[in-house]
């Protein structure tokens, strides 16, 4: 193990420990030892981000602390030089969600907040700066006037991290708030979304575009100009509109001209979406249908607004941009077949990418995650199905890869399950591709075994790792995830209407999961449970509805379970209009709810659900559990204080993995 090794298990010490705010103890003395299987894979991932400096020297990486806190420590790359704690927050009301560079020597880290009682929590965020040694903290973010008439919940993000050609401004949106003034009357403009540019030295700021009412988006082009802007109308119900207008400045001048009209609802859409301008070819870069699937395109600034296919698919959709360095320039794709793939338009990552990949063929997925401003050094992440992954550097011109982090050092000397891609038949014959999961050892036949469906439905599973399935098949489960329909990344034909108006598509292919594994043999006769996280434990809980008689026990993490109620969680937000029109209007909403069909389950339930979720309301899982109970249905719901949709605390995963072992191993008869 390299110095840098060792580094990285001292780090995951540190942030484990309650010590954590102090200096760094001895990692001989607070080694774990003799952990469970749920305290292993129940650990929050120890690296939760991380980011080079413009000069290659240093990076700062948020740590997990404790059950929920997360701290940012800055080291240096080429060295074992001490760590250095710059800024840490509990994970209680607040959660330290990035830090980037904004200098050599200074950070841009945000935090998130969330206030109020279950019944009516609002969420907020804000930015701070701090040297990368931890001192002067300043308030990034501007501040609030108490004649302010409204509350500033968004804080502002940073669309460029140069906003000036000397490098030591950034370009940030604001939220302006209108001003109660005596005397004098408000205009719409003076309230809405601006840019400004600001110095985070010294906190000089200025505005670059006004406050505007109904924009909601604003694409740089790197080197501090803004060229794009999004702009989201309101209804006449004060929510926003389910379509986006987008227009563009070209080089130089002031004036907006129109450059698309992007439509959807909460998790799709049609239109040509920009995503990144290249100012040296004057071409905006963005996603639009062609074929029925996603593809990359490109539109010249210049007035022209002449459009290039850039990059497509016939079998998946295009995933999405590899962006790269201080100036996010636009280096290559991504897509997923059986796993993810990135095609890079940049010659030079091209030929690095596959003489890492051949250096390191135990970890195949290799993903650039920052550079120095020169891009002579570069940080990567690089993993597989049975390893978590480690962080490493790798300098241009010395031709070195030099081991940095651990993702999960607790996970280090495990072993693993292969995870495999396959396809099962649905009923109707379509081919299902999905991954599956046998324990370590053994013939892989007559097991206990899960179907996990995915969480979204606006999204699918891709072969890697992931410590729930890897801490079920620890404890001797197989696992199946399958991408049914209503999954993303296959094209409109497979996505149809979304996994709640189409349900029983969705949920019928689900249910043959579980069918082709009794088929097989993997599943033991009468071994067969489903076990789903958000959507998937929707699906979870809907399965039944389809065949009460397949799964013999059914966890449900923080699902939804009544699409009408879901849908009015949302009332008082302007994403009202796009989630109405993704959940629509029709029988649907009646057969597709679990909560009201609570009489066809005929196994056991466990719910888990935090009560600060604002993904899907702890009113949903309460709501199930009392159904189920009125229905003299076995259920419990265990619920978790103070945390939200990802559960994002040691202990309460901890909790959550041991209970759901003993669930399942009772429920199927497991000795």
């Known amino acids: 193990m390299t110095r840098h090794m060792l580094r990285a298990a001292l780090i995951a010490c540190v942030a484990t420990s309650p010590l954590a705010a102090s200096a760094a103890p001895d990692a001989a003395a607070t080694a774990p030892t003799a952990l469970t299987d749920a305290q292993r894979f129940g650990a929050r991932e120890s690296v939760q981000q991380i980011s080079l400096s413009p000069d290659g020297k240093r990076a700062v990486v948020l740590m997990s602390a404790g059950d929920r806190g997360v701290a940012a420590f800055v080291l240096t790359v080429d060295s074992a030089e001490p760590l250095v704690r710059v800024f840490g927050s509990s994970g209680e009301k607040e959660q330290l969600d990035y830090c980037q560079w904004a200098t050599n020597d200074r950070l841009v880290c945000g935090l998130r907040f969330t206030d109020g009682k279950v019944s009516d929590m609002v969420g907020f965020d804000r930015l ?16 609030t006037s108490t004649d302010a008439l409204g509350v500033m919940q968004n804080g502002g993000r940073i669309i460029d991290w140069q906003g000036d050609p000397s490098g030591a401004t950034l370009l940030m949106t ?39 009412a109904d924009t909601e988006e604003y694409i740089s082009d790197g080197r501090g100009t803004v060229r794009i802007a999004g702009i989201r109308p309101k209804t006449s119900s004060g929510y926003g509109a389910t379509h986006i207008r987008y227009v563009y400045r070209k080089a130089g001048t002031t004036k907006w001209l129109p450059l698309s009209t992007v439509t959807g609802d909460a998790q799709t859409e049609s239109g040509f979406d920009p995503y990144a301008v290249d100012p040296a070819l004057d071409v905006v870069y963005g996603f639009d249908n062609l074929d029925g699937r996603r593809a990359l395109f490109k539109i010249a600034l210049d007035g022209s607004l002449k459009r290039e296919l850039v990059y497509s698919r016939p079998d998946v959709d295009v995933a999405g941009l590899v962006r790269i360095g201080r100036h996010n320039r636009v280096v290559g794709v991504s897509f997923v077949t059986d796993r993810r793939q990135t095609d890079f338009f940049d010659p030079e990552l091209k030929k690095l990418s596959l003489s890492l990949s051949k250096a390191m063929p135990g970890t195949p997925l290799v993903r650039f995650i920052d550079a120095s401003a020169d891009e002579s050094k570069l940080l990567l992440w690089t993993g597989s199905d049975i390893d978590p992954g480690k962080y490493m550097v790798f300098d241009k011109k010395t031709r070195h890869l030099d081991a940095l982090l651990l993702a999960r050092p607790p996970l280090e000397e495990a072993k693993l399950a292969p995870v495999k891609a396959i396809t099962f038949p649905a009923a109707d014959g379509t081919p299902i591709p999905a991954y599956l999961t046998l324990p370590v050892g053994g013939s892989g036949k007559g097991l206990p075994a899960i179907v996990m469906p995915h969480g979204g439905p606006g999204d699918r599973d891709e072969w890697g790792f992931d410590w729930l399935v890897q801490f079920l098949a620890a404890r001797g489960y197989a696992v199946l995830q399958p991408n049914y329909r209503g999954s993303t990344g296959y094209g409109d034909t497979w996505f149809q209407q979304n996994g709640f108006k189409s349900w029983r598509i969705a949920i019928g292919d689900v249910n043959d999961a579980g069918r082709w594994m009794v088929k097989q043999g993997i599943a033991a006769p009468g071994g067969l449970a489903i076990v789903g996280w958000s959507y998937g434990g929707y699906a979870a809980l809907q399965s039944p509805i389809l065949d009460p008689a397949l799964f013999k026990a059914i966890v449900a993490i923080a699902p939804v379970t009544d699409l009408d109620t879901w849908r009015h969680e949302h009332d008082h937000y302007e994403s009202f209009a796009l989630v109405d029109a993704f959940v629509g209007k029709g029988p649907h909403i009646r057969e597709g709810s679990p909560a009201l069909n609570a009489a066809q389950i005929a196994a056991p339930v466990l719910l888990f659900h935090g009560d600060m979720d604002q993904n899907v309301g702890i009113g949903e899982s309460r709501t199930m559990a009392s159904r189920l109970r009125s229905a003299h249905k076995q259920v419990e719901l265990v619920e978790f204080k103070g945390l939200d949709h990802q559960l994002d605390d040691t202990t309460a995963r901890t909790k959550m993995l041991d209970k759901t072992d003993t669930f399942l191993r009772t429920s199927l008869g497991i000795k």
């Open 128 to 143: 701070i700066t701090v040297q990368a040694d931890g001192k002067n903290l300043k308030l990034l973010s501007a501040r």
């Open 174 to 212: 604001r939220q302006v708030v209108p001003e109660y003034s005596t005397g004098t009357h408000l205009n719409e403009t003076d309230h809405g979304l601006a840019v400004e540019r600001v110095d985070p030295a010294t906190l000089r700021r200025s505005f670059v575009e006004p406050a505007r």
